[in-house]
C-alpha cells in the first residue's frame, strides 16, 4: 500500500493508516489545513504519516507507490476551526522549517494533545514539547546564523552591462542547515533594498529585484546551486580580509567564544575564516610582544595639516574604480563606480553608497558629512531627522528642496552596533580623504552656482584644511578652483543642543543660511 511510516511513530505504530503530502517542505498552511481536517476526522497521530511533495520526487518508493484512498493530499474541506493557544502557532512557525522529516507528525502530535489534556501547554518538561522548542531554537539559530555570515561578492552581469546605472549584481552561497532561505530572505531584501543581489544555496536560491519600475521590489526563488555557480573572491573581498586583520586583537581572542558566536561549520564560506588559524596562532605570542613593549604615552594632539586636494587626488586615484575612461560623467556613472568602491573599511559594512541628489547646474550645493541611518537604508541624503530641519530651514527661506543639490562629503555610513542599533561614526581624516575624489567628481558634473558646508567634516573635505566651525560660521570662503563655500552647523549639531538653547541656535542658523539669498 502506498503509505509511508512517520518516522517518529515507525517504532511504536509500524502501520499508518493515512499518508498526508504537503506541497512543500515548509507548507505551514497545508499543514495547518490538513491538521484542522484530520483533528475533525477524530485521526490518532499514530494513524498519520507525513510527507511534502519533495520528499515524494525524491523517494524512489513514493515514485512507486500506487495512490490508494489511503493517500490524501491535505485538502479537507470545511474542517471546523481549532483553537490553539498562540505560543503553539508560532513554535509551529520555527519547527515547520527544521530538516527533521518527523517535524510534521511532532507537531500534529502536540496538537492533539492540547485537545485532548489541558495540562499540556502549562508542561514546560514534557518530551513533546521540549523536542519542538529544541527544533524551534535550532531554526532560529540558523536564521541568525545565516543573517551574519552571508557574504556577497559583486558580479557585473548581462544586466549591469545594459544598465549600469542598476549597479552590479552581489552573489553570495550560503549553506543553511534548515529550510530557512523563504524565511531570512525577507530580512535581506529590506537591509539591501537598493542593491541587486541573490543568495544561492543547495535546496533552493533566492534573488532580489530591486529595480521592476517603481515598484516596491520583489524576491524571486528558484531551484538550488552548486557552491561552483557563485563567483569567486574579488578585490572587495581583499579589502575586507584586510580590515579584518587589522581588527583582530590578539588580547581579546576567546577562541571558545568565538567558535560559538561563530561555528566551525560556517568557517567555509567566510572569507575571513582563512585568517583565523594563523591569527589565531600567533594570538598569545602577540600579546605578550603587546605587553613587554613599553607603555605609551598619549600623543599631543597637534593641529592637522592642511592637505592639498590636488595631493589626496593623486594619492587615492591609484586605487580608486573609476570607470575606464577616468573622473565619471554623469551621476549615474558616479553611482555605479562608488557603490564598488572599498577604498577605505566603510563600505563593506554599509548597506549601499549614499550619492547626492538635485539637479545638475544646481544653484546651492549642501554638503553634510555622511549618510546617516536612514539615509543607509534608503540610498538617499538628508532623509532622516537631519533632513527634515534643513528641509524646514529651507522652507523658511522659500528655497525649494528640489532645486538644490544635496550630498555628503563620505559616500558610505560609517557606526559602531550596540545591541541592535547602529550609531553614527564620525568618520577618520584618513577615511574623508579616501572619499574625497567622489565628492570633487560629483561637484564637477554638478556644477553648482556655490556650495555649503554642513558642518567641520564638509568644511575640511571641501576646503582641503580644517575650519574652525564656531568661528567660520556665515562666513563664505573661496577655494583654489574659485567655488564659494558658505560654512555654517550640521543640522544635527542643532538636534543635539540642549530644549533651551534651541531657539537661538535655529534663528543663528536660519541667519548663516540667508547669506545665500544674495547669491
Ligand atoms: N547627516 C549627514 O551629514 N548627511 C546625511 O545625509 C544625513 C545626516
Not at 81 to 90: A, D, G, M, Y
Not at 200 to 226: H, I, K, M, N, Y
Not at 318 to 325: F, Q, V
Not at 429 to 442: F, G, K, N, S, Y
Amino acid at each position: 500500500m502506498g503509505v509511508m511510516n512517520d518516522p517518529l511513530t515507525t517504532d511504536l505504530f509500524p502501520q499508518a493508516l493515512l499518508a498526508m503530502t504537503l506541497q512543500g517542505q515548509t507548507d505551514l498552511d497545508g499543514f495547518r489545513r490538513a491538521a484542522r481536517g484530520l483533528l475533525a476526522q477524530q485521526m490518532l497521530p499514530e494513524q498519520v504519516s507525513w510527507h511534502s511533495a519533495s520528499d515524494a520526487t525524491q523517494d524512489l518508493f513514493a515514485a512507486a507507490a500506487p495512490l490508494s484512498p489511503y493517500v490524501h493530499n491535505g485538502a479537507f474541506s470545511d474542517a471546523p476551526v481549532v483553537s490553539v493557544p498562540p505560543e503553539f502557532l508560532t513554535l509551529c512557525e520555527s519547527v515547520i522549517l527544521h530538516t527533521d522529516p518527523g517535524r510534521f507528525g511532532l507537531l500534529y502530535r502536540i496538537l492533539w494533545r492540547l485537545m485532548h489534556e489541558p495540562g499540556l501547554r502549562h508542561d514546560p518538561l514534557d518530551a513533546d514539547m521540549m523536542k519542538a522548542q529544541h527544533m524551534a531554537q535550532a531554526v532560529r539559530r540558523d536564521m541568525h546564523k545565516m543573517k551574519a555570515f552571508v557574504r556577497f561578492r559583486s558580479v557585473q552581469d548581462e544586466t549591469f552591462r545594459s544598465r549600469p546605472e542598476d549597479g552590479p549584481l552581489h552573489v553570495a552561497w550560503f549553506e543553511p542547515v534548515h529550510h530557512i532561505v523563504e524565511a531570512v530572505a525577507p530580512f535581506f531584501a529590506r537591509r539591501f533594498t537598493q542593491m541587486r543581489w541573490a543568495i544561492l544555496t543547495p535546496e533552493c536560491s533566492v534573488e532580489w529585484r530591486c529595480v521592476d519600475g517603481d515598484g516596491p521590489g520583489s524576491l524571486v526563488f528558484g531551484p538550488g546551486a552548486r557552491k561552483e555557480d557563485a563567483p569567486p573572491p574579488d578585490a572587495g573581498e581583499q579589502l575586507w580580509l584586510t580590515y579584518y586583520q587589522h581588527i583582530f586583537n590578539p588580547a581579546r581572542l576567546k577562541m571558545k567564544m568565538m567558535q560559538k558566536e561563530m561555528p566551525r561549520k560556517y568557517w567555509k564560506n567566510l572569507p575571513e575564516a582563512d585568517m583565523i588559524h594563523t591569527l589565531a596562532g600567533g594570538a598569545s605570542e602577540n600579546s605578550l610582544r603587546m605587553i613587554d613593549q613599553p607603555a605609551t604615552v598619549t600623543a599631543r594632539r597637534m593641529p592637522s595639516p592642511a592637505i592639498p586636494i590636488s595631493i589626496i587626488h593623486e594619492a587615492v586615484h591609484a586605487d580608486s574604480h573609476r570607470p575606464a575612461g577616468g573622473r565619471p560623467s554623469s551621476l549615474a556613472e558616479l553611482h555605479t563606480a562608488t557603490n564598488h568602491c572599498r577604498e577605505c573599511p566603510i563600505g563593506a559594512c554599509a548597506t549601499q553608497a549614499v550619492n547626492g541628489e538635485g539637479p545638475l547646474g544646481a544653484g546651492i550645493m549642501f554638503v553634510g558629512e555622511q549618510p546617516g541611518d536612514h539615509e543607509d537604508v534608503r540610498g538617499k541624503p538628508f532623509v532622516g531627522p537631519a533632513g527634515q530641519l534643513l528641509e524646514r530651514a529651507l522652507a523658511e527661506l522659500s528655497i525649494n528642496r528640489d532645486q538644490v543639490f544635496v550630498s555628503n562629503a563620505v559616500r558610505h555610513f560609517k557606526y559602531e552596533l550596540r545591541g541592535k542599533r547602529r550609531i553614527h561614526k564620525t568618520p577618520s581624516q584618513r577615511e574623508a580623504a579616501a572619499c574625497l575624489h567622489w565628492l570633487e567628481d560629483e561637484i564637477a558634473v554638478v556644477k553648482p552656482g556655490m556650495l555649503v558646508a554642513l558642518g567641520a567634516s564638509a568644511a575640511r573635505s571641501l576646503m582641503g584644511r580644517a575650519i574652525p566651525v564656531t568661528a567660520s560660521r556665515g562666513q563664505i570662503l573661496e577655494r583654489d578652483d574659485g567655488h564659494k563655500v558658505l560654512i555654517t552647523l550640521h543640522p544635527s549639531a542643532l538636534l543635539r543642543m540642549p530644549p533651551e538653547a534651541q531657539d537661538e541656535a535655529w534663528t543663528a542658523w536660519l541667519q548663516d543660511l540667508s547669506r545665500l539669498k544674495n547669491h
